[in-house]
DNA sequence: ACATCGATCTACT
DNA sequence: GTAGATCGATGTA
């Protein structure tokens, strides 16, 4: 099984199932949505890292939470780019996030990957993490961006042709929650959080 | 200049 | 359940 899944993500890497960038310029929150059960892969030095998404969260433009709703500044500046393409930010003095920048060029919109299941390259994960809990290796944004090996250096990078990619395997998840967005003070009204129904991987209930 | 807060996580009670 | 870590961005003077 193992070996498989690290075949898969080799094939993904190759560029078997790369998401094109059309599929980020549906509505942000679709592409939420419709991230859920695709797999993000990380080529680094000490190897490849993949894992399943689990949990998303769409920003949009006129929304409170969004880091691009107060305009263009050098810190968001990617958000306003083309999409496809990755967003890094640094938060609380010492975690990053990883989203992937949605909507056309001009536009601040983008989606933050909140959680994955680890596939492939758990022993380095770890590594990273400095745990051996595997539920809680990839469990958070922060926590993600620590396992992949993800800082400030991998802003900007192009999901669909670069060290770090988000690929379609073909799954499809059983079942899809919507609920209000987590770890906001505005916004928590809207219902832009996704999460793969059960999975053990996510970042909260 | 200074104060505050953040799309978080961990450790400890 | 609550506090502490730790720093860049943002707001107020």
Redesign the pocket.
């Known amino acids: 099984m193992e070996c498989e899944d690290l075949i898969l993500a080799h094939r993904a890497f190759d560029g078997y199932g790369i998401i094109p960038r059309d599929f980020y310029l549906q509505n942000t929150v679709e592409v939420a949505r419709k991230l859920i059960g695709k797999i993000l892969v990380h080529k680094t030095a000490a190897g490849i890292l993949a894992g399943r998404i689990v949990e998303t969260?769409a920003?949009l433009q006129g929304d409170p939470?969004?880091?691009?709703s107060?305009g263009i500044?050098?810190?968001?500046a990617t958000?306003f780019g083309d999409p496809g393409h990755s967003?890094v930010?640094?938060?609380?003095?010492?975690?990053y996030?990883l989203?992937a920048v949605t909507s056309s060029c001009g536009v601040g919109e983008?989606?933050?990957i909140?959680a994955v299941e680890p596939l492939v390259g758990i022993d380095i994960m770890m590594q990273n993490?400095a745990?051996h809990k595997l539920k809680?290796l990839c469990?958070?944004?922060?926590?993600?961006?620590?396992a992949f090996a993800i800082d400030s250096s991998h802003n900007g990078l192009d999901l669909t042709e670069s060290d770090l990619l988000i690929a379609n395997d073909g799954f499809i998840p059983e079942s899809v929650i919507e609920a209000p967005?987590?770890?906001?003070?505005?916004g928590k009204d809207k219902p832009w959080r996704f999460y793969q129904k059960e999975s053990p991987f996510i970042?909260r209930k």
């Not at 939470?65 to 691009?68: E, P, Q, V």
């Not at 500044?73 to 968001?76: G, H, P, V």
């Open positions: 969260e920003y939470a969004c880091h691009a107060l500044t050098k810190r968001n958000m967003y930010y640094f938060v609380y003095g010492m975690y996030c989203n983008g989606v933050l909140r993490r745990t809680e469990s958070g944004p922060g926590k993600l961006c620590m967005r987590v770890g906001i003070s505005q970042s």
